[in-house]
């Protein structure tokens, strides 16, 4: 039987290490405001059971109506939810982010995994359940045509994954969301606010439907949560998002360069991260963690020869060649 248990990679239960390479999100986070807004929350307090304020601010952010925002602890959880909301089967566009699968595991569903948007069309035809598209795609940075996305939520239901859009290069085009507006929307903004330890993110769900966000424990966010997905809609925290990007992508360039001269076959995507070619991908990871640089084994992703990494500083990226070298 396969394990449940949750397979990422990256994150471990060893100290944190002082170069981290395996996750991705902003490399130059915390966001200043989003931070004071969550060190400012009050959570000596239940949160509003049914998060009215958030979830208008969420709805005019994103010009909706607030019947249509489903709060949730982390867009892992919505994703788990969704999938036990939803019946028949997973289908997936592989390799991708663990959690779709892992839901179906968790759920008893079949899982449907394909290389290519023709196939999975094909299998949301005759497989029908729910269906999974990362955009851009973690760990390969895929982005799927907008074409795509509007006939897979056609077919549907269908679940775009935008957790990784606000770090792409060019940002969230208006394209995808109005591509996946007859789909479901995850939202993930501790990702591109450097805030990942604080567990909020958010769906907007196609119509009205109060069978998600009745499906929820109660109080499934803390107040934590509710400053990070309030505050980071505000300009200061879009402000700030959008003058760090160029430094990001200046990062991720340097990486790649630095990588490819050492050797190393890169795939660079346009949001945080990219992949490098290594040979064994797990015993290097092992090998750099014992230099104090962690990475992300992407074996699990079916793709045992590469690891990922995220744009990391020079001085970081520096301490990676070192440790790659003497890995030689
Ligand atoms: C594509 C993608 N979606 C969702 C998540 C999970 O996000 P959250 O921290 O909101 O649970 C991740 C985390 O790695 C991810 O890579």
């Not at 604080?198 to 109080?219: C, F, K, Q």
């Amino acid at each position: 039987m396969p394990s449940l248990d949750p397979v990422h990679g990256g994150t471990d239960s060893a100290p944190d290490p002082r170069y981290d390479f395996s996750s991705n999100a902003n490399p130059l986070g915390p966001c200043p405001s989003v931070l004071a807004a969550i060190r400012n929350a009050d959570v000596s307090r239940y949160p509003d059971p049914k998060y009215t304020e958030l979830r208008a601010t969420l709805a005019a952010h994103h010009r909706t109506v607030p019947e249509r925002i489903v709060v949730g602890a982390g867009a892992s959880e919505l994703i788990l939810r969704l999938i036990s909301q939803i019946d028949g089967t997973v289908q997936q566009l592989v390799p991708t982010f663990s959690e779709y699968a892992r839901g179906a595991r968790l759920t008893g569903r079949k899982l449907i995994s394909v290389r290519s948007p023709a196939a999975f069309l094909r299998a949301q035809a005759e497989h029908p359940g729910v269906g999974f598209v990362c955009w851009p795609n973690n760990p390969t940075g895929e982005l799927w045509a907008p074409e795509f996305v509007s006939a897979a939520a056609a077919a549907g239901p269908l679940v775009v994954d935008l957790a990784y859009a606000p770090l792409c290069d060019a940002g969230h085009p208006a394209a995808i969301e109005a591509a996946a507006a007859g789909a479901y929307r995850l939202y993930s903004p501790n990702k591109a606010f450097g805030l990942t330890g604080v567990r909020g993110a958010y769906l907007i769900t196609p119509r009205i439907d109060r069978r998600l966000s009745n499906a929820a424990p109660s109080w499934v966010i803390g107040r934590d949560a509710v400053a990070l997905l309030e505050s980071a809609t505000r300009p200061r925290a879009r402000t700030w998002l959008a003058q760090g990007m160029p430094q990001v992508r200046r990062w991720r360039a340097r990486l790649a360069a630095s990588l490819l001269q050492f050797g190393l076959p890169v795939r660079e995507s346009p949001a945080t991260f990219l992949l490098a070619k290594v040979g064994n991908g797990t015993r290097i990871t092992a090998h750099l963690r014992s230099h104090d640089v962690r990475v992300r084994d992407c074996s699990s992703f079916g793709l045992p020869q590469w690891i990922r990494l995220s744009a990391q500083p020079p001085a970081a990226q520096k301490a990676l060649l070192a440790a790659l070298a003497s890995a030689r």
